[in-house]
């Protein structure tokens, strides 16, 4: 079964508004990963937490990981209608035999 | 274009049928990985490579696949006898494993989907 779960399953918001995905997870991780896949393409990573950091931003996205709550979030600020995408978080464990396990991802919808 | 290539991008077969998929990944990437996605689900690992070693199989991948890579560097996934369940987005991706401050981010292909009628 995968390990990470997203919520919500889909979001449909306004274009210019902001957007925040959760995700949660079973066991210990070395690292989180989001990654953002546009319909029927390959998935592009966006940003890797580590387990030992809280926060991270990259231009207009915001990660947060709670390693106590197995949480993180992702937040899109000032959304465009180029963010409508399926977003995935993948947590990433297994010391040297390191593989990403995927969540079922939510669907972002950008309306212009 | 030094991303991940994947051939063919869609493959429609028949029930019974072989298929074969190629992978190139980014060529200095030593770590090259197989992936499935079906409709509404994340990916789901398959198995991987370190240079040429296949280093791990998923409980997914049966007897009917198989993953090669030769010579370190591009990789095939072959699936016998196609049955209809296997139809999926099958997805590479590679990563440059060991490098000090390199925390083994993924880089995907396109993905090759499979429909098996």
């Known amino acids: 079964s995968q390990q990470g779960e997203e919520d919500p399953q889909a979001l449909s918001i306004q274009e210019g508004e902001n957007a925040t995905m959760n995700c949660s997870y079973k066991t210990s991780i070395n690292n989180l990963q989001w990654y953002r896949q546009n319909s029927g393409r390959g998935l592009v990573h966006l940003i890797l937490i580590r387990s030992n950091e809280r926060e991270k931003h990259s231009g207009r996205l915001r990660v947060t990981l709670d390693t106590s709550k197995k949480s993180s979030s992702l937040l899109i600020t000032a959304s465009r209608a180029a963010d409508t995408a399926s977003y995935f978080c993948?947590?990433?464990?297994?010391?040297?035999?390191?593989?990403?396990?995927f969540g079922k991802g939510t669907l972002l919808t950008v309306n212009p | 274009d030094t991303g991940v290539s994947q051939d063919p991008r869609h493959k429609i077969t028949k029930r019974g049928q072989n298929v074969t998929f190629r992978c190139d990944p980014i060529?200095?990437?030593?770590?090259l990985y197989w992936y499935r996605q079906t409709l509404g689900q994340g990916p789901e690992f398959l198995t991987y490579?370190?240079?040429?070693?296949?280093?791990?199989k998923s409980r997914l991948l049966s007897d009917r696949f198989s993953a090669e890579r030769p010579k370190g560097s591009f990789s095939t996934l072959e699936i016998q006898r196609t049955e209809q369940g296997d139809s999926a987005m099958y997805l590479c991706?590679?990563?440059?494993?060991?490098?000090?401050?390199?925390?083994?981010?993924?880089?995907f292909g396109p993905g090759t989907r499979l429909t098996v009628l």
């Open positions: 490579f370190q240079n040429e070693a296949q280093l791990e």
């Open positions: 991706a590679s990563s440059l494993w060991g490098v000090a401050g390199i925390y083994n981010e993924q880089f």
């Open positions: 060529s200095e990437h030593n770590r």
């Open positions: 993948a947590t990433a464990w297994g010391g040297s035999n390191y593989k990403l396990t």
